[in-house]
Structure formats: structure tokens, C-alpha cells
């Protein structure tokens, strides 16, 4: 068969004519997105690097190989990619870092790997746990090899039978004081190590969080670093039981593993020993605050919201682009079938999750910083800021995981029929999106982890003890308990999202208060109050990213910009402002009045501003900045060939090589010929 590409050379006429009619500078929203001119143009030359020699019609196929021959290919795309990084290095500066490793983790190498990286947690957050945690003889004895890839890790926590709950945990390490060592065993088949990417056929170490155990005493979960595999031979060490999972609905190549011990001996110092300590006598040093064994979770999850960032604004950039170049259903009855685009309703499952993509983006940032800040606190002794970091960290986690999800799949579904190949890549989207509502805490654990921190702040409140910055809303709404007028303003919305998750922080606090005075435990009294906290936990994360994206938007940073690309973020902040108030207006007028005249105006601005962004809409996407390598989609190319890229990708599948399938003489054809 035929298998030379029908795709044309130049751009879609439709596409280019919306990039030509913009208002704003697509090459200034790009700078403006990755940090800065400087940043862009550094990701731009070394994604340029990396890709120079991938052949993207090997990358379409990838879902048609068995999970074996997708595990290989993967692992070899990530090695390749680790192989070019330390070239950049050697190159450009010999003996520096910022090319290799620290970009093995950066956004250069979004979706650089089809199918997943298998060495992604390695440097996302083995290495960084190890940074942290490892005291300098240990991280110079282990750590350092880790972060030079001379061995690979992972980092394995999750249990068959445990998630969330690392309390429950049931891997556990005895101290035996003879031999000075740890000796690991997983107890039970649901004390087995499961999910831990890259630890199938990928790792020879691994980190693995289990129950310390001193004289039968249980000190509570620590790390420790276990080799389980022998570095030369590859082979499992004695007493290790270790494999692949099997087929996943995404992360396809990750080569997700299950990890069993049993009495697996390691050195004393093989247990991580910056804060908690067990000398060779047995005696037991405490960390000096428990969040520290877990702080490498907190950091992942400020990551996490960076990333379903990425995964809305790539699904984004698909279906908007295809709804540039798709024609279909004339508005008026004579005219030409118009690009869907066209139509309002294809516009409010676009723009809202162009702009939902921003607000991520942005609260991103904003929590980032707050981590780096907390980092410094901690190098010098001072734990205060960790609450907060954790609560917030969890609150955009979970609210950044179910929005992602929720707008990839309205985006796929923006799609069509075609968003339904696999080709289109929207698939994998969501299932990279739908499993963050799942890891690194799973999202109704988190928001009740969260509801628990907002009573401890509510009732510091009470007392006039100082809180954490992002909930001094709590304190400000008891001392003005009313709401005052409605105006629609941005600045007023902001308020009503604060206002209204305070009050629902107050009415769940009220409801464990009522459950404590008839005498039930705490435990219980929280437990039945968890569908409040899990609502007031979720209003107070969408309260920061309200906050956040208005203060990047209205605030200083704006005089960095140009009048145009304002405008744009502008009307960006203004839907996602109109569109969220609206989306949790049953919240809202439990504790604000709002008139049916102010309920029509909201939806009148939310008509207008999606009009404003329609000439715009393309530009922005660009302004992503995401390559067509990156997106993997026959629908989102950059030159909006759509169909043909869709046609073409079909010829290649493998089914269609061959003109007679073997079937047909095998099974179809005697079928068909017999009398029977």
C-alpha cells in the first residue's frame, strides 16, 4: 500500500487568516507565558534540540505497539533524551547544570517522551527528596549517583492496599541492633509496593516509605533507600519481588512496577537521616516536625498544578485550532457553512478553558514561590509557613486536577467524532489529566486534609490569633460579616469568592462544633462533618486562584506589558471571573444577594467577552508555544491540515499495510464459504 503523506506543505487558509487578524503580539503572550523573552527563547533552542531527529509518524503509531514494545520505546525515547541533554551540557558549559539534569524535569520536556517518561519521578522527586532529606554523607554516598544517573530510582510509596492513608502503611523496617541494619519485609499482598513509575524493569533502587520499627515499637513512616536490583545483571537482589503493573488508561510507556520484600537486609545509614536519626544503639531522634518526611509530596503537588496547566492549554490549543479550519451547520440557512467557531456554542467550550488554563498557570507561580520562600524557612530552622504550603499546595492540586479534567474532556467532546481517534491525541490528554485527581493524595483525602486545617484557622480566628496570609479572609469576614453591596466588579467577585468560602468554612465549622457538644469524638465529629469540608476546602482554593490571576492581571506586573496583550489577558481574566461565578452561583446566593438583573448582566458579560476573544482565540493558543511533537495530534498541528494529517495517520496504521488481511483466508472466507 501507499504510504507517501498527503499532508500539504503550507498552512490551512482558515488558520492563517485568524493568526493575520489578532490584536495582540502571539510572540509576546509566548514570552509572556514562559517566565520572559530570555526563557522562551532558551526552550525554544534547546526543544528545537530535541526533536531535531524524532520522527513523528513513529510517535502516532505508538498506541499500536504492545505494552512491552511501547515500554521499549520509551525507555529509549528517554534515554535519548537524557544523551542529548548531557551533550547541550558538555557543549555549551562543561561541569554546569542548568542543561543537565536540571531540564530532565522543566517544561522543555513536556510530552517530549510519548507515552511517559519512565525516569520522570526520578528527577521530579526522588532526587529532590534525597536533596532534602539525606544527611551530606548520605547524599554524597547515594544521592549524588542518583542525580548523575549512574543508577536509576524511583520513589515508592503507595501500597496495594494503601493510598492517602500513610499511616496505614504496611511495609514496615525493623532495626536489628546486631547486624546494625533495617530489614524490610511487605507483610501481606497489600503491603506489596504498587504504582511506582519507572520501578517495572526501569530501576535498580528505589526509596521506599515504610513503618519504622524500633523493639517492636512503631515510629511512624520513614525513607529508606533499598537497591533491588543488581547494577551489572539487572537481576532482582534476593528477596525482592519486582514487575511491571500491566496497561494503564494513560501514561502508557511509565512502566508503573509493584515492588515485595521480604527480610531485605540495608545498612543503618541507608535510612534517610537529615531530621529523623536511629543511632546504632537503637535510640530514636525525632523529626523536629513530621510534615519533612512527606515535604517531597508537598513539592510534587505544586508541580502537579503546573502540569494540568499544561494539559488544558494543550488540549486547548487541539481543539481550537480545529475549530478554525472545521466547517459545518450554516447559522443562516443560504450562507457558506461558517467555522465552528463561529457558533456561540462552540465558543463557550473553548474560551472558558483557554482561560481556566491561565488561571493555573498563573496560581502556579504564585504557589511556587510560596515553596521556594518555605524551603529557605526551613534551611534555617523555621517550620510555620509548612501548614499553609501543604493546605494550599492540596487545595490547586485538587481544584487544578478536577477542572483540567472536566475541560479536556469538553474539549474533546469541541472535537467531535474526530476527537474520539486516538490520533487526536485528546484521549491521552484526559487520562493524564483524570489521573492527578488520583496521586499524590487522592482529591477527597486532600480537600478533607484541607477542611481540618480551615477549622484549626477558623478557630484561631476566634481567638484573634494570627493567621497564615492566604486565610486572612477568615479573619476579615468575622470582623465584617457582611457583604455589603453587589457591583460585579472584578475586585467585588474576588470578595464574594472569599466571602463565600469563609461562610462556608463558618457553617462546617459550626456543624463540627454542634457534633462535639452532643459528645461525639473528634474523629467522628469530622468525619461526619466531611462534605462540608471538602465544599469549604474547595471554595478556598478557588478563592486563591481568583485572587492570584486579578492580582497578575490588575496588579504592578501589568506595566510590564503592552496595551494590546493587557487587553487580551483582560478579557481573559473577565471570563474566567463571569464563567466561575456563575458555575458556583448556588454557593454563592446562600450568603450574597444577587438580583435577577445582576444574574442577566453576568450573563450578558459572559456573551460579550466571548466575542471579544473570538478574533483572538488562535493567537493565544500559539502563545502556548507547544510544538506539533508535543501535541501529538493530527487535529492541533500548527498547519491546520487537519483532515489530511487524520487520512494520513490512517494509512500508516499498521492494519493498513497490507491490502488482505490474514484473516479473511483464515477465519472470514471459510466462514462465509462453509454451509453451516
Same mark, same amino acid.
Given at each position: 500500500?501507499?504510504?507517501?503523506?498527503?499532508?500539504?506543505?503550507?498552512?490551512?487558509?482558515?488558520?492563517?487568516?485568524?493568526?493575520?487578524? @489578532?490584536?495582540?503580539?502571539?510572540?509576546?503572550?509566548?514570552?509572556?507565558?514562559?517566565?520572559?523573552?530570555?526563557?522562551?527563547?532558551?526552550?525554544?533552542?534547546?526543544?528545537?534540540?530535541?526533536?531535531?531527529?524524532?520522527?513523528?509518524?513513529?510517535?502516532?503509531?505508538?498506541?499500536?505497539?504492545?505494552?512491552?514494545?511501547?515500554?521499549?520505546?520509551?525507555?529509549?525515547?528517554?534515554?535519548?533524551?537524557?544523551?542529548?541533554?548531557?551533550?547541550?551540557?558538555?557543549?555549551?558549559?562543561?561541569?554546569?547544570?542548568?542543561?543537565?539534569?536540571?531540564?530532565?524535569?522543566?517544561?522543555?520536556?513536556?510530552?517530549?517522551?510519548?507515552?511517559?517518561?519512565?525516569?520522570?519521578?526520578?528527577?521530579?522527586?526522588?532526587?529532590?527528596?534525597?536533596?532534602?532529606?539525606?544527611?551530606?554523607?548520605?547524599?554524597?554516598?547515594?544521592?549524588?549517583?542518583?542525580?548523575?544517573?549512574?543508577?536509576?530510582?524511583?520513589?515508592?510509596?503507595?501500597?496495594?492496599?494503601?493510598?492517602?492513608?500513610?499511616?496505614?502503611?504496611?511495609?514496615?523496617?525493623?532495626?536489628?541492633?546486631?547486624?546494625?541494619?533495617?530489614?524490610?519485609?511487605?507483610?501481606?499482598?497489600?503491603?506489596?509496593?504498587?504504582?511506582?513509575?519507572?520501578?517495572?524493569?526501569?530501576?535498580?533502587?528505589?526509596?521506599?516509605?515504610?513503618?519504622?520499627?524500633?523493639?517492636?515499637?512503631?515510629?511512624?513512616?520513614?525513607?529508606?533507600?533499598?537497591?533491588?536490583?543488581?547494577?551489572?545483571?539487572?537481576?532482582?537482589?534476593?528477596?525482592?519481588?519486582?514487575?511491571?503493573?500491566?496497561?494503564?488508561?494513560?501514561?502508557?510507556?511509565?512502566?508503573?512496577?509493584?515492588?515485595?520484600?521480604?527480610?531485605?537486609?540495608?545498612?543503618?545509614?541507608?535510612?534517610?537521616?537529615?531530621?529523623?536519626?536511629?543511632?546504632?544503639?537503637?535510640?530514636?531522634?525525632?523529626?523536629?516536625?513530621?510534615?519533612?518526611?512527606?515535604?517531597?509530596?508537598?513539592?510534587?503537588?505544586?508541580?502537579?498544578?503546573?502540569?494540568?496547566?499544561?494539559?488544558?492549554?494543550?488540549?486547548?490549543?487541539?481543539?481550537?485550532?480545529?475549530?478554525?479550519?472545521?466547517?459545518?451547520?450554516?447559522?443562516?440557512?443560504?450562507?457558506?457553512?461558517?467555522?465552528?467557531?463561529?457558533?456561540?456554542?462552540?465558543?463557550?467550550?473553548?474560551?472558558?478553558?483557554?482561560?481556566?488554563?491561565?488561571?493555573?498557570?498563573?496560581?502556579?507561580?504564585?504557589?511556587?514561590?510560596?515553596?521556594?520562600?518555605?524551603?529557605?524557612?526551613?534551611?534555617?530552622?523555621?517550620?510555620?509557613?509548612?501548614?499553609?504550603?501543604?493546605?494550599?499546595?492540596?487545595?490547586?492540586?485538587?481544584?487544578?486536577?478536577?477542572?483540567?479534567?472536566?475541560?479536556?474532556?469538553?474539549?474533546?467532546?469541541?472535537?467531535?467524532?474526530?476527537?474520539?481517534?486516538?490520533?487526536?491525541?485528546?484521549?491521552?490528554?484526559?487520562?493524564?489529566?483524570?489521573?492527578?485527581?488520583?496521586?499524590?493524595?487522592?482529591?477527597?483525602?486532600?480537600?478533607?486534609?484541607?477542611?481540618?486545617?480551615?477549622?484549626?484557622?477558623?478557630?484561631?480566628?476566634?481567638?484573634?490569633?494570627?493567621?497564615?496570609?492566604?486565610?486572612?479572609?477568615?479573619?476579615?469576614?468575622?470582623?465584617?460579616?457582611?457583604?455589603?453591596?453587589?457591583?460585579?466588579?472584578?475586585?467585588?467577585?474576588?470578595?464574594?469568592?472569599?466571602?463565600?468560602?469563609?461562610?462556608?468554612?463558618?457553617?462546617?465549622?459550626?456543624?463540627?462544633?454542634?457534633?462535639?457538644?452532643?459528645?461525639?469524638?473528634?474523629?467522628?465529629?469530622?468525619?461526619?462533618?466531611?462534605?462540608?469540608?471538602?465544599?469549604?476546602?474547595?471554595?478556598?482554593?478557588?478563592?486563591?486562584?481568583?485572587?492570584?490571576?486579578?492580582?497578575?492581571?490588575?496588579?504592578?506586573?501589568?506595566?510590564?506589558?503592552?496595551?494590546?496583550?493587557?487587553?487580551?489577558?483582560?478579557?481573559?481574566?473577565?471570563?474566567?471571573?463571569?464563567?466561575?461565578?456563575?458555575?458556583?452561583?448556588?454557593?454563592?446566593?446562600?450568603?450574597?444577594?444577587?438580583?435577577?438583573?445582576?444574574?442577566?448582566?453576568?450573563?450578558?458579560?459572559?456573551?460579550?467577552?466571548?466575542?471579544?476573544?473570538?478574533?483572538?482565540?488562535?493567537?493565544?493558543?500559539?502563545?502556548?508555544?507547544?510544538?506539533?511533537?508535543?501535541?501529538?495530534?493530527?487535529?492541533?498541528?500548527?498547519?491546520?491540515?487537519?483532515?489530511?494529517?487524520?487520512?494520513? @495517520?490512517?494509512?500508516?496504521?499498521?492494519?493498513?499495510?497490507?491490502?488482505?488481511?490474514?484473516?479473511?483466508?483464515?477465519?472470514?472466507?471459510?466462514?462465509?464459504?462453509?454451509?453451516?
Amino acid at each position: 500500500m501507499n504510504t507517501t503523506s498527503v499532508v500539504p506543505i503550507f498552512v490551512n487558509p482558515d488558520l492563517q487568516k485568524k493568526r493575520d487578524g @489578532a490584536s495582540f503580539s502571539t510572540e509576546e503572550f509566548a514570552a509572556w507565558w514562559a517566565g520572559g523573552k530570555e526563557i522562551l527563547k532558551f526552550n525554544r533552542d534547546v526543544r528545537s534540540y530535541l526533536e531535531k531527529d524524532v520522527d513523528l509518524n513513529k510517535v502516532m503509531q505508538l498506541e499500536a505497539k504492545s505494552h512491552e514494545e511501547i515500554n521499549e520505546f520509551t525507555m529509549r525515547a528517554a534515554i535519548k533524551a537524557a544523551q542529548k541533554l548531557r551533550r547541550l551540557q558538555q557543549e555549551r558549559n562543561p561541569g554546569g547544570n542548568e542543561y543537565w539534569p536540571n531540564l530532565y524535569e522543566q517544561s522543555v520536556m513536556w510530552f517530549n517522551v510519548p507515552g511517559g517518561n519512565p525516569f520522570s519521578v526520578m528527577y521530579v522527586m526522588l532526587v529532590k527528596a534525597l536533596q532534602a532529606q539525606c544527611d551530606p554523607e548520605q547524599y554524597e554516598e547515594f544521592g549524588k549517583r542518583v542525580e548523575r544517573f549512574e543508577i536509576s530510582a524511583t520513589y515508592a510509596q503507595t501500597e496495594l492496599g494503601h493510598g492517602s492513608n500513610l499511616r496505614g502503611l504496611e511495609t514496615r523496617a525493623d532495626y536489628d541492633p546486631n547486624t546494625d541494619e533495617f530489614v524490610l519485609n511487605t507483610p501481606k499482598i497489600s503491603s506489596y509496593k504498587w504504582w511506582a513509575a519507572g520501578l517495572g524493569q526501569c530501576c535498580n533502587y528505589c526509596l521506599v516509605m515504610a513503618q519504622l520499627y524500633i523493639n517492636s515499637q512503631c515510629k511512624g513512616p520513614h525513607m529508606f533507600f533499598v537497591q533491588v536490583r543488581d547494577e551489572d545483571t539487572f537481576e532482582p537482589l534476593p528477596g525482592v519481588h519486582i514487575g511491571d503493573i500491566g496497561k494503564k488508561m494513560g501514561f502508557i510507556g511509565t512502566n508503573h512496577g509493584f515492588l515485595g520484600l521480604q527480610n531485605v537486609r540495608i545498612p543503618r545509614k541507608r535510612m534517610l537521616m537529615r531530621y529523623a536519626k536511629v543511632n546504632a544503639d537503637g535510640s530514636y531522634v525525632r523529626s523536629p516536625n513530621n510534615v519533612l518526611n512527606y515535604f517531597a509530596m508537598v513539592r510534587t503537588r505544586c508541580l502537579i498544578v503546573r502540569n494540568n496547566a499544561a494539559f488544558l492549554s494543550a488540549a486547548a490549543t487541539i481543539a481550537t485550532r480545529y475549530s478554525a479550519v472545521r466547517r459545518q451547520s450554516p447559522i443562516n440557512p443560504k450562507d457558506r457553512e461558517p467555522q465552528i467557531m463561529d457558533h456561540v456554542t462552540q465558543q463557550m467550550k473553548l474560551f472558558p478553558e483557554i482561560a481556566t488554563s491561565l488561571a493555573y498557570g498563573i496560581s502556579s507561580y504564585y504557589v511556587w514561590n510560596l515553596y521556594e520562600q518555605t524551603i529557605k524557612d526551613i534551611e534555617n530552622g523555621k517550620y510555620e509557613r509548612l501548614p499553609e504550603l501543604h493546605s494550599l499546595s492540596c487545595a490547586l492540586k485538587v481544584t487544578s486536577a478536577i477542572d483540567s479534567t472536566a475541560g479536556v474532556e469538553t474539549l474533546r467532546l469541541g472535537c467531535g467524532g474526530h476527537g474520539y481517534l486516538s490520533s487526536s491525541n485528546m484521549s491521552n490528554l484526559y487520562a493524564l489529566a483524570t489521573a492527578s485527581c488520583i496521586y499524590e493524595g487522592e482529591n477527597t483525602v486532600l480537600l478533607l486534609q484541607i477542611g481540618r486545617f480551615l477549622m484549626k484557622s477558623w478557630r484561631s480566628a476566634l481567638s484573634g490569633a494570627p493567621l497564615a496570609p492566604t486565610v486572612q479572609y477568615l479573619a476579615e469576614v468575622q470582623k465584617n460579616p457582611e457583604f455589603g453591596a453587589w457591583t460585579g466588579s472584578w475586585e467585588n467577585m474576588v470578595k464574594a469568592m472569599k466571602y463565600t468560602a469563609a461562610n462556608k468554612t463558618r457553617l462546617a465549622f459550626k456543624s463540627l462544633s454542634a457534633r462535639l457538644s452532643r459528645g461525639e469524638t473528634e474523629e467522628n465529629a469530622a468525619n461526619h462533618t466531611g462534605i462540608e469540608f471538602t465544599q469549604a476546602a474547595e471554595l478556598h482554593g478557588r478563592a486563591f486562584v481568583f485572587s492570584s490571576f486579578t492580582d497578575e492581571v490588575t496588579g504592578p506586573k501589568s506595566k510590564t506589558r503592552s496595551a494590546s496583550l493587557n487587553r487580551v489577558l483582560e478579557n481573559l481574566l473577565e471570563l474566567y471571573l463571569v464563567k466561575e461565578t456563575l458555575n458556583q452561583m448556588s454557593n454563592l446566593l446562600r450568603f450574597i444577594q444577587l438580583t435577577d438583573t445582576d444574574l442577566r448582566g453576568l450573563q450578558d458579560r459572559l456573551e460579550t467577552v466571548l466575542t471579544k476573544l473570538r478574533p483572538d482565540a488562535v493567537a493565544i493558543v500559539d502563545g502556548f508555544d507547544f510544538s506539533d511533537l508535543q501535541l501529538n495530534s493530527t487535529l492541533g498541528s500548527f498547519d491546520g491540515n487537519a483532515y489530511e494529517r487524520m487520512f494520513d @495517520a490512517a494509512l500508516k496504521t499498521p492494519m493498513n499495510l497490507k491490502s488482505v488481511p490474514a484473516s479473511f483466508n483464515e477465519l472470514l472466507k471459510p466462514f462465509m464459504k462453509s454451509n453451516i
